[in-house]
């Protein structure tokens, strides 16, 4: 009997060493509260504060010149998402260099340089970018901060007609992309999650932010819908 106690226990001990690791626990469902769903085709922002640009079948950021639209969900939100659609009239990689053209932050200074808490924004405005340069970190900028060169630049429709989406999506403490074509880019957990999880996200931002006050010329957006992501 000793024996068989014995083999059972190392069988018990080492036999799982041969089935790989353990499978992540799924993640936990949500539910959606909308907290604002703005058709800009209709020639108002809604809840949004408006700060230059133009209503042309949309809201267009005409001059490149610190055009935005700000809004508040009124609290940090723990998990979200916040879907943009738009329209583009020219290439959004140029010399102006770096533009946070959809971006969401825990802080009003609505800047990397200034604030102290969260953010997550994708960028335009050099051929490197990609699609878009993807950003995002539970905490102040150090140089540590998630960052992921999505798509191709070829992937803008510049027609100003076809209609493209992207969403910025929070959950469980990480950032998560989804490009004009659908698919999904995660922040890894090492970087969003952890000590620094992204979790208190309030003010969303489209057309530029105010770290470098450039906003992307040429770009028409026709939807803005920010929902809470409620367990």
């Known amino acids: 009997m000793a024996r068989l106690s014995l083999v059972f226990l190392l069988t018990t001990a080492f036999g799982c060493a041969h ?23 209709q020639g108002e922002a809604g809840p949004g504060q408006v700060t230059g ?6 809201w267009r950021a005409a001059s490149g010149n610190a055009e935005r ?13 916040f879907e943009v659609s738009f329209t583009m009239s020219k290439p959004p ?6 533009i946070q053209w959809v971006g969401l932050y825990e802080d009003a200074s609505l800047s990397q340089a ?22 995002a970190y539970g905490r102040k900028f150090d140089k540590n901060e998630w960052e992921n060169d999505v798509g191709m ?17 929070w959950k469980g403490g990480r950032a998560i992309f989804v490009d004009s074509k659908g698919k999904e880019h995660k922040c890894p957990k090492k970087l ?16 530029s932010d105010m770290y470098t006050n450039i ?15 409620l367990p």
């Open 19 to 41: 089935l790989g690791k353990p499978a992540d626990p799924p993640e936990p469902s949500f539910r959606e509260q909308a907290v604002f769903d703005v058709d800009l085709t």
């Open 53 to 58: 640009g133009s209503w042309d079948g949309g």
């Open 69 to 81: 639209i700000v809004f508040d969900a009124g609290k940090p939100l723990a998990n979200g998402s």
């Open 93 to 98: 990689h140029g010399t102006k260099g770096k």
């Open 114 to 135: 200034k604030s102290s808490g969260d953010i997550f924004y994708a960028r335009a405005g050099e051929a490197a970018y990609k699609f878009a340069r993807v950003k």
């Open 153 to 169: 630049a070829a992937d803008w429709v510049i027609d100003d007609k076809t209609v493209q989406t992207v969403k910025l999506q």
């Open 192 to 207: 969003c999650g952890g000590a620094h999880p992204i979790d208190k996200l309030r003010y969303a931002v489209i057309g």
């Open 215 to 229: 906003s992307l010329e040429g770009i028409r957006f026709t939807r803005v819908k920010l929902v809470e992501l």
